[in-house]
């Protein structure tokens, strides 16, 4: 079976969950690329990524998500922003890419 090839955008407090959830389903999907404008954010969330599986595989890091989505075999991107600013990343993802779903993880 192919694993889901994920891909985050935004690196910040919440994201952390995401890489965890993505490390505890090594067997079905795999981190490829990690965005966030503060490349030291998408650093440390590479790294706990890589070390947490073993450093299998270690995602690219990316300050552009336009960049990221043109370079990278993307299958999920998941927006990890603060709330209220995922939107442009969500709108962007919808009128210039095959993306369709759309995921957001933060506290209601």
């Not at 995401?18 to 969330?45: G, I, P, Q, T």
């Not at 995602?59 to 998941?78: F, G, S």
């Not at 990890?80 to 990343?89: L, P």
Request: aromatic content about 10%; proline content about 1%; glycine content about 4%.
């Amino acid at each position: 079976m192919k694993k889901l090839r994920f891909a985050i955008i935004g690196c910040g407090r919440i994201s952390y969950k995401h890489v965890e959830a993505l490390a505890a389903n090594k067997d079905e999907a795999v981190l490829v690329a990690v965005c966030d404008v503060v490349s030291e954010k998408a650093e440390k969330r590479k790294n706990e990524y890589a070390d947490k599986i073993d450093r299998a595989y270690i995602p690219e890091i990316y300050t552009d998500y336009k960049k990221m989505l043109a370079n990278q075999d993307i299958d999920v991107v998941t927006i990890a922003t603060e709330t209220g600013r995922e939107s442009r990343y969500r709108i962007w993802l919808w009128t210039h890419t095959s993306f369709q779903g759309y995921d957001r993880c933060s506290k209601q």
